[in-house]
């Protein structure tokens, strides 16, 4: 029988599915594509293809919310980021072998104060209530970026047993000295703990929480803030360039300041929705 046209609506899946490419696996359209042939070439191809708009929709999920520039007098512009490049969408991202068995999770991004990350931090044999191992990839070898933002690209087996073991708390002194293990180093952020973060104007009031942090070209690029909300529910969002945001540490709570004109550009944002 000649298959070649499955194969490709099959290929066309893998490359759609999730947003995610990970070396030397199958994507799980694959595995129920092989499990499921029926042996009917037309019909086979059928299928393939209803996965193939499924995996697109999923691949194609975004983020809206009005860019906000650093100058007040340039309009805020409703832009659209690809949520598979987004921090909700990176972390607790399953990472699966060739049979499609889950090996572990994306746990958390390390970036420095600029908002360049540092490391990738994965949770191996990832079980409920229980992160398992924590193991350390450098940001640069796990993504790759693309035209719309940065999409992880490889980890296997092989990898996870061959990373070092990380640990968030660096005033441990054997964990420090330990060679095996990667700590947390000083002046270093978790973006599990950014993600709601309290966001402040210049002048030191609250104007809302990090609703999302998108990633491109190897750099947190852009932070998304909820604002006006009513318990968490409604309200709008916008987005600002992550490098003039400055990132504070108190009582081991963490909080964005808005730049002066960012602070300036966001109420005239506001003014403009009021209207």
């Known amino acids: 029988m000649n298959t070649k046209p499955l194969l490709l609506a099959i290929s066309a899946a893998a490359l759609l599915h999730s947003g995610f490419a990970y070396a030397e696996t199958k994507s799980a359209n694959e595995i129920r594509a092989e499990e499921s042939t029926t042996g009917n070439m037309k019909e086979d191809a059928k299928k393939a293809w209803k996965d193939v708009k499924h995996d697109a929709k999923e691949a194609a ?11 007040e007098n340039v309009p805020a512009k409703e832009t659209i980021y690809a949520h598979v490049s987004a921090a909700s969408n990176i972390l607790g991202a399953e ?14 991004i390390i970036v420095d104060g600029t908002g360049h990350p540092q490391m990738v931090i994965v949770a191996d044999n990832d079980i409920p209530g229980f992160d398992g191992k924590l193991v350390a990839f450098d940001y640069t ?3 790759t970026p693309n035209a719309e933002g940065d999409v992880l690209s490889s980890i296997s087996e092989e990898n996870l047993k061959n990373a070092k073991e990380f640990s968030y708390d660096f005033d441990d002194k054997d964990d420090v000295n330990d060679p095996k293990i990667i700590t947390l180093p000083a002046g ?52 600002v ?4 945001l400055k990132l504070n540490n108190q009582d ?15 109420e005239a944002y506001k003014k403009s929705v009021k209207k």
């Open 61 to 71: 999920a975004e983020i809206k919310a009005f860019f906000v520039s650093e100058d």
């Open 95 to 108: 990472i699966v072998n060739y049979k499609n068995d889950k090996i572990g999770k994306v746990k958390d």
């Open 241 to 244: 360039d992550y490098a003039p």
């Open 188 to 239: 270093s952020y978790s973006v599990e703990k950014l993600l709601g973060a309290d966001v402040y104007n210049a002048a030191g009031e609250k104007v809302g929480d990090v609703d999302n942090i998108y990633f491109k070209g190897g750099t947190a690029s852009l932070v998304i803030i909820d604002f006006d909300t009513v318990m968490g529910m409604g309200g709008d969002k916008v987005a």
């Open 252 to 266: 081991d709570k963490l909080t964005y300041s808005l730049s002066d004109k960012q602070s300036a550009s966001f």
């Open 141 to 143: 070898s796990a993504f």
